[in-house]
């Protein structure tokens, strides 16, 4: 499971350096107000996050301590399990000038690798994320989802292809589903009560259904469905794609669908 994740994860930011090599600093990303240089600093910090999260987890695991220690960058010193029991994982702001980005963003995954390779086997070991301990399984779909979906938006930005790397799918899939509430928390309106959402796409499925009150597993047919090809639909799901756009298909109701991530906004 980890070695999986680390090819991925790895695969994902090593594309997203080549992406930016050339790319202007001031090209506008996707991402509403985000230009290129916003992207690669939040990707610093998000990747710092990550590899701070394992860190943490192996100086707290038996006979992780030196492992942890060793799994530090340049980023800081490993602290001992005793001083770090309650603290919770954070990324580091990259405030350098440009010229110092490239290397920070690989000194960054450089870490990230390492604290992957020192994570311990243990699926159920629970990861310090500041919005609280996430299963190591469930943080490794995390951090592919991440990688994945950031490489995404930079190559959207410069012009090439934005399709989700392979085998990432299913981890982007399981993450949108499982911080769909949490999404919706953030949101300033709901669809009427009973209104059930269906993603699907070739191979990943995501829904849910508002009942009023809170977000939960559907318990009728679906008032929409989206659909198309997985790309299409992750990159629907997550605010990346119009739902009005050629790759997606819309069944039921259309005005509801268009407010898809008024419902549901972020990541």
Same mark, same amino acid.
């Given at each position: 499971?980890n070695?999986?994740?680390?090819?991925?994860?790895?695969?994902?930011?090593?594309?997203?350096?080549?992406l930016?090599?050339g790319?202007?600093?001031?090209?506008?990303?996707r991402?509403?107000?985000?230009s290129v240089e &916003? #992207?690669?600093?939040h /990707?610093h910090?998000?990747m710092? *996050?990550?590899?701070d999260?394992?860190?943490?987890? @192996?100086?707290?695991s038996v006979?992780?301590a030196?492992a942890?220690?060793?799994a530090v960058?340049?980023?800081g010193e490993a602290?001992?399990p005793?001083?770090e029991?309650?603290r919770v994982?954070?990324?580091?702001?990259l405030?350098a000038p440009?010229?110092?980005?490239?290397p920070a963003?690989r000194?960054?995954?450089?870490r990230l690798?390492?604290?992957l390779?020192a994570?311990?086997?243990?699926p159920?070991a629970p990861v310090?994320?500041?919005?609280g301990d996430m299963?190591l399984?469930f943080?490794?779909q995390?951090?592919?989802?991440e990688?994945?979906?950031?490489?995404? &938006? #930079?190559a959207?930005? /410069?012009g090439?292809?934005?399709? *989700?790397?392979?085998?990432?799918?299913a981890a982007? @899939?399981?993450?949108l589903q499982?911080?769909?509430?949490?999404?919706a928390?953030?949101?300033?309106a709901?669809?009427p009560?009973g209104?059930?959402?269906?993603?699907?796409?070739a191979?990943?499925?995501?829904?849910a259904e508002?009942?009023g009150?809170?977000?939960?597993?559907?318990?009728?047919?679906?008032a929409v469905?989206?659909?198309?090809d997985d790309d299409?639909v992750?990159?629907?799901?997550?605010g990346?794609?119009p739902?009005?756009?050629?790759r997606?298909r819309?069944a039921?109701?259309?005005?509801?669908?268009?407010?898809?991530?008024?419902?549901?906004?972020?990541?």
């Open positions: 499971m070695d999986d994740a680390t090819s991925l994860i790895g695969r994902d930011w090593a594309s997203f350096l080549d930016l090599d790319a202007g600093w001031e090209t506008p990303t991402l509403e107000g985000w &916003d #992207l690669a600093r /990707v910090w998000g710092t *996050l990550e590899a999260a394992l860190e943490l987890l @192996a100086a707290r006979g992780g030196a942890a220690a060793g960058g340049q980023a602290a001992g005793a001083g029991a309650s994982a954070r990324g580091e702001p405030e440009r010229e110092q980005i490239v963003l000194s960054a995954r450089a690798l390492r604290a390779a994570a311990p086997s243990d159920a310090p994320m500041p919005y299963p399984a943080a490794l995390i951090f592919v989802m990688a994945a979906v950031h490489r995404s &938006d #930079l959207h930005a /410069v090439v292809d934005d399709r *989700l790397g392979p085998g990432t799918h982007a @899939a399981s993450v499982a911080f769909w509430p949490v999404l928390a953030d949101a300033t709901v669809p009560a209104t059930g959402f269906l993603l699907r796409g191979s990943v499925s995501i829904e508002y009942d009150a809170a977000w939960a597993a559907p318990t009728g047919p679906h469905v989206i659909s198309g299409a992750l990159l629907a799901g997550y990346r794609l739902v009005e756009a050629a997606v819309i039921g109701d259309v005005a509801l669908a268009r407010r898809l991530k008024e419902y549901v906004p972020g990541p």
